[in-house]
């Protein structure tokens, strides 16, 4: 099948779902998941109502599969995410920011383990069902609870797309100083969905030096452990195209325009 022609193909597939402006997602952990509603990081015009999808697992799971997403209206869309992962985790009383109305959203997560300090454990993501060839923002929180204490402090994270990565840190305040911080709590990147409406990208505990995945780690010591904690998903050019079912009539005449010039 051709590009054009599976772009429109996936338009008419989603054509009767909601072309999303904001996607949140807040990964809890059982038995007792902490929800949270309202604006992080990225720019909302639903403001203090913004919905969050909850991701939620047990203490030892390895997968996530979303399903269908709603937006932040609550709107059921044609995105959804798949991602690899060890398990579950939550600490409300942790060195991760809490801080700010930020501890339901940060105070659990999904986490990876490699085992060691000196060890990298990486895992991969996908998220499907996005508007092919669309530039979408990408917001990753990865925090975990332990940055002071004991061996298993360091539990930030390390996102990669394509060939950029980037870390996470900790602004060293047990609890966190209130707000949510690029390259502190999240990090954020500029990618386009590629042809079939996807984005990969990888997340890996973070190790520094020789046999690391880093040169220096931001929060100064490596970890065994990494957390994803939320994602938040910001289509750029959603107030500035058709809705999706306009967008399939549209494709539509083009291409039976394209299909007489050809006849003729």
């Not at 010591?221 to 910001?234: E, G, P, T, W």
């Amino acid at each position: 099948m051709s590009a054009p022609l599976r772009q429109l193909f996936l338009l008419a597939c989603f054509a009767g779902l909601a072309r999303a402006t904001v996607v949140n997602v807040d990964f809890n952990h059982l038995p007792a998941p902490s929800s949270f509603t309202g604006t992080a990081a990225a720019p909302d015009a639903q403001g203090s109502s913004a919905v969050w999808n909850e991701i939620v697992r047990q203490a030892w799971e390895d997968t996530v599969d979303s399903g269908y997403l709603r937006d932040s209206s609550g709107n059921l869309t044609s995105i959804a995410l798949s991602l690899g992962i060890n398990g579950s985790h939550s600490n409300p009383a942790g060195d991760q920011e809490r801080n700010g109305g930020f501890s339901p959203l940060m105070s659990d997560y999904a986490f990876l383990s490699s085992g060691s300090n000196a060890l990298v454990h990486q895992e991969s993501g996908l998220i499907s069902g996005l508007v092919p060839s669309n530039s979408y923002d990408l917001y990753f929180y990865g925090q975990g609870d332990k940055f002071t204490g004991n061996v298993f402090r360091g539990q930030n994270t390390l996102f990669t797309l394509g060939s950029e990565s980037k870390q996470t840190g900790w602004d060293g305040v047990s609890g966190g100083n209130g707000a949510l911080l690029e390259g502190i709590e999240f990090v954020r990147f500029t990618a386009v969905a590629d042809q079939d409406g996807k984005i990969a990208f990888t997340w890996a505990n973070v190790v520094a030096g020789p046999g690391g995945n880093v040169a220096v780690d931001l929060d100064g010591r490596s970890s065994m452990f990494a957390a994803f904690n939320a994602l938040q998903i910001v289509d750029l050019a959603a107030n500035a195209v058709p809705e999706p079912a306009a967008a399939l009539l549209a494709g539509l005449g083009l291409l039976v325009l394209l299909q007489r010039r050809r006849a003729a």
